[in-house]
């Protein structure tokens, strides 16, 4: 008689236990939220960014050699759609797993330079660039709101290539992938 008692008894207790989860996590809310502009962000093109150029010309690379890859922008941020406050970014080697097949290493130092519409000169504003790889595949970085115009650069790069073929899923370009919030 004792038994089903407590059977019953802990029964009990764990149906009303359960129902409290349950009605605990069924809860909803309504959020709203509103949004002015923010940052428009847009690939690199020719005499837009600090360097003014997009193409690697001296990137060559040939088998069993190390090289360099020379200077470029990837992308512009353009805060001037009225995003205040700090921006926050990644930008991510895509395609680090087809790179791997092509290059031993591959480092990239990226920096960002900022400038103000109106100004000619763009100014580094890293405290300290950051060095994209094979390994780490992804640099994050924080922009304030001191510049309307931000240029994502590769201020320069060192590679040793140990194969040329691109089949396969091997790669010898880089494909980059920027996350701005």
């Given amino acids: 008689m004792k038994r089903k008692l407590f059977f019953v008894l802990a029964v009990v207790t764990a149906l009303a236990i359960t129902g409290i989860n349950y009605a605990s996590t069924q809860a909803t809310k309504t959020v709203t939220v509103s949004s002015t502009g923010f940052a428009d962000v847009t ?13 690697f010309s001296s990137w060559q690379p040939a088998v069993n050699t190390s090289g ?34 092509d290059y031993s290493y591959l480092n990239l130092k990226i920096n960002i330079y900022g400038k103000n519409t109106e100004d000619t000169v763009w100014t580094d504003v890293l405290s300290e660039p950051s060095v994209l790889t094979l390994a780490n ?6 922009i304030n709101d001191t510049y309307d115009l931000y240029s994502i650069s590769i201020d320069s790069g060192s590679f040793y290539c140990i194969s040329t073929a691109t089949t396969d899923g091997s790669s010898l370009s880089p494909e980059y992938y920027v996350e701005i919030r």
Avoid at 43 to 49: M, S
Wanted: glycine share 16%; no cysteine; net charge negative.
């Fill in 68 to 101: 360099t890859t020379g200077s470029g922008d990837l992308y512009i941020i353009d805060r001037s759609a009225g995003a205040t406050g700090d921006i926050y970014g990644t930008l991510y080697l895509s395609n680090a797993a087809a790179l791997a097949n």
């Fill in 43 to 55: 690939q690199a093109v020719a005499g837009a960014g600090n360097y003014g150029t997009v193409d």
């Fill in 137 to 142: 595949g992804y640099v994050s970085f924080t």
